[in-house]
C-alpha cells in the first residue's frame, strides 16, 4: 500500500521564524515528489516538486532523501500568508499513476 | 496558462439522487484524474480517465459508483451515482499541464458535495 506521512500539527510559528516540516513516503519506486499548499476550502496548488540533490526557491528549500524516504520542506522568514496547509506528494511512473498525498501539515504563522 | 473549469462550485444533494461533475481544460491533456478530499482528510485518487478507454479505478472505487466519461482531450466527467451522506465530500479533478508529471499536477476549483 502507498502512504505518504506528515505530522498533522498545527505549527504555530511567530512571523519571521524558520520552520521546517518533514514527511516520509513507503513506496520506493516514487519517481517525483512534490509539496502542495492548500488554503482553506481551496484546491491545493503546487508549491514545488522535489529533486534529489536539493531545491530552493525563494524562501523555499526542499530536500529528498531517496535512501530514506524522507522528504522536507523549509520555510524562511516566514509570512502571515504562508498559513496554510502543505500536502507531500509523491507519484510513480512519472505521475501517470495519479498521485498519493499526505494528509498534510497545517502551519498557522501568527503576527 | 491553462486553465480548469470544473463545475458545479457546490451543490447539496437529496440522498439517493445522482451528481455529475464537469472538468474542461483549455488544451488537449491525455490524462485526467478525479480526486475525492472527505472532510479534514487529505486527497484520495477516485479514478484516471484516458480519452478512447475506460477509466481506471483504484481500489475501493467502482464504475457503477463513480461513473466517467472522457469523449474527448479536453473534457471529462464524474458522477456519483446513488448518494449517500457518507459522499458528502469535495471531488476534484486533475490534469498534468506541463506532459510527463514531473513538474506537478494542476487541479480544478473543485465541487463541494453535500448529500443529506
Known amino acids: 500500500r502507498k502512504e505518504v506521512e506528515q505530522d498533522p500539527g498545527p505549527f504555530n510559528v511567530p512571523e519571521g521564524a524558520t520552520v521546517a516540516f518533514n514527511c516520509t513516503y513507503s513506496n520506493s519506486a516514487s519517481q517525483s515528489f512534490f509539496w502542495y499548499r492548500q488554503d482553506c476550502r481551496k484546491e491545493p496548488k503546487l508549491l514545488m516538486s522535489v529533486y534529489s540533490s536539493g531545491n530552493e526557491d525563494g524562501r523555499f528549500t526542499a530536500q529528498l532523501n531517496r535512501a530514506s524516504q524522507y522528504i522536507s520542506l523549509l520555510i524562511r522568514d516566514s509570512k502571515l500568508s504562508d498559513s496554510a496547509t502543505y500536502l507531500c506528494v509523491v507519484s510513480e511512473r512519472g505521475g501517470a499513476d495519479g498521485l498519493t498525498f499526505g494528509k498534510g501539515t497545517h502551519l498557522i504563522i501568527q503576527p | 496558462s491553462a486553465v480548469i473549469s470544473q463545475k458545479p462550485s457546490r451543490d447539496i444533494c437529496q440522498r439517493g439522487t445522482s451528481l455529475t461533475i464537469q472538468c474542461q481544460v483549455d488544451?488537449?491533456?491525455?490524462?485526467m484524474f478525479w480526486y475525492r478530499q472527505q472532510p479534514g482528510q487529505s486527497l484520495t485518487l477516485i479514478a484516471t480517465?484516458?480519452?478512447?478507454?475506460?477509466?481506471?479505478?483504484e481500489s475501493g472505487f467502482v464504475i457503477d459508483k463513480f461513473p466517467i466519461s472522457r469523449p474527448n482531450l479536453t473534457f471529462s466527467t464524474l458522477t456519483v451515482s446513488n448518494m449517500s451522506p457518507e459522499d458528502s465530500s469535495i471531488y476534484l479533478c486533475s490534469v498534468d499541464l506541463h506532459r510527463g508529471g514531473s513538474y506537478g499536477y494542476t487541479f480544478g476549483s473543485g465541487t463541494r458535495l453535500t448529500v443529506v
Open positions: 488544451s488537449q491533456v491525455t490524462m
Open positions: 480517465a484516458n480519452q478512447g478507454s475506460e477509466a481506471t479505478y
